[in-house]
């Protein structure tokens, strides 16, 4: 056998190539030497199979590649790349001997030039697999790809710079630019490499992102993204996380000595923490005082003057208390005959009227007769019920004002509406030392004086009312109550984790007064209503001004003074305390979605050629609406389009904007990238309340009137939304009015009946008809379960009138669109025909 094979050959093939079919092979080689090449008869019968295959490779730059090929038992091997075969020149040949099997062992080599690759490049990919040749057939290797490597200059997004509160957790996104292979990611904070196995409050995503699962003091730095390949480096620029630290109050010191002005002191200090790096200093009092007792305080006596004068003070001090006492009987009688008078007038019965609805079942009809109630002197009215909002006829009172003037003389109540000056109420509220830091913003304010028959306050065009029920006012107090919105930018919640603000933030008050039964604030949401992906929590702003959770949803205790219906767009809150609330959600995991609208606005005129389209992704709730729509209309803007509803998923994925299908002989875009991007904790933080991108086109002729494009919202990975445009720029100038900021016709503060769509007989009638059990319940039970509440059975049946609190919060959701004859009509369904008209007795249960 070595007397066949040689101890070593090496040579390249010449033109010439036989191949014998009697188990040999013939090889002319160049130089003074030939070989020729026998299988022995032992392995003739044995398939070539590979050492060694080609494997993928990378051209750097103009250096070339080696492929190499080995295989045994072979008398031949061959490449061939893209689908062609190598010239047998390009082939450089060794052979072998395994000294283990004596079994010849052939292996070749190829280089792969950057030009060769270049020649097919953008048509197809480069590969090169070899064929090897035995006696018996052929084996193929696997293919080998060979690509050219690079790595773009600039990345595709770059961190961003953020300030964040101390054990919040911080996002910064990087996406490395192209290149292949492709790059590796590393982040640096100050230069230095970080290495989350050796620090776990870094952790780093499969799509490079760098979290901080809790920002410490010491996190605050320059943090870079740096990409790397075979081919080159790259650095992003630098962002600057800036972690700052709220300021905390201490203890209160222990009271001073009673001072000779008979009050004392204590005191507290920031300091626990202190504010650092920018960070809000503590709120509320530093400084406490009280006055003392009469045993503390220091006193003298300077002798008979001072007698004389002390008796004087006490004899004038009791006629003082005398006058008073009778006053205040002279007061109270009157009082409970203007109660009476209310109680026994035509407020209670003035949504009786002869003209009514009928309701939808005819068969139903006779359940809104009035019959009289005989048990008592009151003047009932037989006729026909109408809703108190009914167009052709309004709640009027001929007999005088509802409530009397306040003692001041600032208010007064006529019609159930307030006739005073808002601005001057908010100016007097916020002088007082716990409003100031109210907002003064007349728009979205509104307030009212309020009894025992309750009422309603109501801002306009933003989603947001606060119901008084009937009995929520003890009787015998009137109570001025305002509703305002804050503006998000004014107060900054403290948010951790995957926490957004889910809501507007809502003053009602003023806080501590006394309530006998739960208000209802109502207010809109964005969130996807799923349960299962959040957990939504209400906070509340105490008297130092810190916030506080108060309500878990979906764990609510009956006992608590807060309960919540989450509808789909809205949130309907049952409180017993007054104060400053919001809605905080945390997503539970990644399908968690809020819903953003997207609002388009362009200039009403334009007379140069280029011309702007604003794209606004707000919270999808109308008091954000609102505000873009006047801040649009004082801009000269115009609403171009219907708005769009978008869910933008918590995935850490940014939303993207493009524009496309422009007509390109008449208009192009100056964007210079192919689409705009808005981070995704901008708006998953909720703190911007217009974030929005401008799209500047250039017309190619002042002529040019017509625009038709498409406009993409979409999040990276995940829902979009698409506008398409087709308008005239020069026909529409009006800037934004009326017609697009739907106003709300109704007024901002209602007091008594004209508040409600039940009158308050009537109410009374159908709470003692349902809230007694019946065995076959039909009862308040029913009532639920028919108006699909029955959720919230708990908390009903905690209360001493369940049925009430079903009419409040119908009365809640069915203000504006309510028709109280459907709500007859359940009661027709659960049995409880005359439910509206008369007591049920104990035998008809």
């Not at 961190?159 to 101390?166: F, H, I, R, S, Y």
């Not at 708005?643 to 850490?652: E, G, M, T």
Request: with cysteine; aromatic share 8%.
């Amino acid at each position: 056998m070595p007397s066949l094979l040689g101890p070593f050959v090496r040579c390249r093939f010449s033109a010439t190539l036989l191949v014998l079919w009697l188990g040999f092979a013939v090889f002319s080689c160049t130089g003074s030497e030939h070989a020729t090449a026998t299988l022995p008869a032992a392995f003739s019968d044995l398939l070539p199979h590979f050492l060694v295959e080609p494997e993928d490779e990378f051209i750097v730059k103009n250096k070339p590649v080696t492929l190499t090929c080995r295989s045994t038992p072979a008398t031949q091997i061959y490449f061939k790349c893209n689908g062609e075969w190598v010239h047998q020149d390009d082939h450089l040949i060794e052979r072998t001997v395994d000294p283990a099997t004596a079994l010849p062992i052939m292996q070749v080599k190829i280089d792969i030039t950057r030009q060769q690759v270049e020649k097919i490049f953008g048509l197809d990919e480069y590969w090169c697999q070899c064929v090897a040749w035995s006696t018996t057939g052929t084996q193929k290797s696997q293919k080998a790809y060979i690509r050219i490597a690079y790595l773009r200059k600039n990345f595709e997004e770059e961190p961003q710079g953020k300030e964040v509160a101390l054990d919040q957790e911080v996002l910064l996104r990087c996406h490395p630019p192209e290149g292949v292979p492709q790059a590796e990611v590393e982040w640096q904070r100050n230069e230095d490499v970080i290495n989350p196995a050796s620090d776990p409050n870094f952790f780093i995503t499969t799509e490079h992102n760098l979290v901080i699962k809790k920002a410490r003091l010491a996190d605050t730095g320059n943090y870079t993204c740096v990409a790397k390949n075979i081919v080159a480096r790259r650095k992003s620029t630098s962002a600057t996380v800036l972690v700052y630290v709220d300021g905390g109050w201490s203890e209160w010191s222990k009271w001073s000595a009673c001072g000779a002005d008979c009050s004392m002191w204590r005191s507290r200090e920031c300091t626990q923490p202190s504010p650092g790096t920018g960070g809000k200093d503590c709120q509320g009092l530093d400084l406490q005082s009280l006055n003392c007792t009469s045993e503390q305080c220091p006193q003298t006596v300077s002798g008979a003057e001072d007698v004389a004068l002390y008796v004087g003070i006490v004899a004038v001090a009791l006629c003082l208390t005398l006058l008073l006492i009778v006053v205040v009987l002279v007061y109270r009688r009157k009082k409970e005959d203007l109660d009476a008078d209310v109680a026994d007038s035509s407020i209670l019965t003035t949504g009786f009227q002869p003209m009514g609805i009928k309701p939808s079942k005819p068969e139903n009809s006779h359940l809104l007769t009035i019959q009289p109630d005989l048990t008592t002197t009151t003047t009932s009215y037989q006729g026909t019920l109408r809703s108190r909002h009914d167009a052709t006829g309004k709640f009027s009172m001929s007999n005088g004002p509802l409530l009397d003037p306040l003692p001041n003389g600032s208010h007064t109540l006529h019609n159930g509406k307030l006739n005073s000056d808002p601005a001057e109420f908010v100016s007097r509220l916020s002088t007082q030392s716990y409003f100031k830091t109210l907002p003064r913003d007349v728009a979205n304010t509104s307030y009212g004086t309020f009894n025992f028959l309750g009422g309603r306050l109501t801002i306009p065009n933003t989603g947001i009312s606060l119901l008084i029920p009937p009995e929520a006012i003890p009787r015998g107090k009137i109570y001025e109550i305002y509703l305002t919105v804050q503006r998000k930018e004014d107060l900054r919640l403290p948010l951790a984790g995957c926490q957004t603000v889910l809501s507007p933030v809502v003053s009602c008050g003023p806080p501590g007064v006394v309530l006998s039964r739960p208000v209802i604030l109502s207010m809109d949401h964005c969130s996807d209503a799923c349960l299962d992906n959040w957990a939504v929590r209400l906070k509340k702003q105490n008297y130092e001004g810190t916030w506080e959770d108060v309500l878990l949803m979906g764990e609510e205790l009956v006992s608590e003074p807060y309960y919540c219906q989450l509808e789909a767009e809205t949130c309907r809150l049952f409180s017993e305390q007054l104060g400053t609330l919001a809605l905080v959600g945390e997503s539970l995991h990644m399908g968690a979605a809020k819903r953003l609208r997207l609002v388009l606005f362009s200039d009403a005129y334009c007379s140069t050629l280029e011309y702007n389209i604003r794209v606004y992704c707000m919270d999808d709730t109308q008091d954000v609406f609102k505000e873009v729509m006047q801040m649009e209309r004082q801009l000269g803007g115009r609403l171009i389009d219907e708005p769009h509803v978008l869910l933008f998923k918590d995935s850490y994925h940014n939303l993207r904007l493009s524009i496309h299908d422009m007509p390109q002989a008449h208009w192009r875009s100056k964007l210079l990238a192919g689409y705009q991007e808005i981070p995704f904790y901008h708006i998953w933080n909720g703190s911007q309340r217009y974030l929005h991108c401008t799209f500047t086109l250039e017309r190619l002729s002042l002529s040019t009137c017509e625009l038709t494009c498409q406009l993409c919202v979409w999040q990276v990975e995940g829902e979009g939304q698409s506008f398409s445009l087709d308008f005239n720029i020069a026909k529409d100038t009006r800037a934004v009015d009326s017609e697009f900021l739907l106003m709300d016709s109704n007024a901002t503060a209602l007091a008594g009946p004209s508040a409600f769509q039940i009158p308050y007989l009537i109410r009374q009638k159908i709470c003692s008809s349902l809230d007694a059990p019946c065995p076959n319940g039909a009862d308040w039970r029913m009532l639920a379960q028919r108006l699909k509440l029955e959720r919230h059975m708990s908390f009903f049946a905690s209360k001493a009138s369940p049925t009430s609190m079903i009419l409040d919060l119908w009365e809640a959701q069915h203000f504006h669109s309510g028709n109280i004859n459907q709500l007859a009509t359940v009661m027709a369904d659960i049995g409880k025909q005359e439910a509206m008209i008369f007591l049920v007795s104990d035998g008809e249960c």
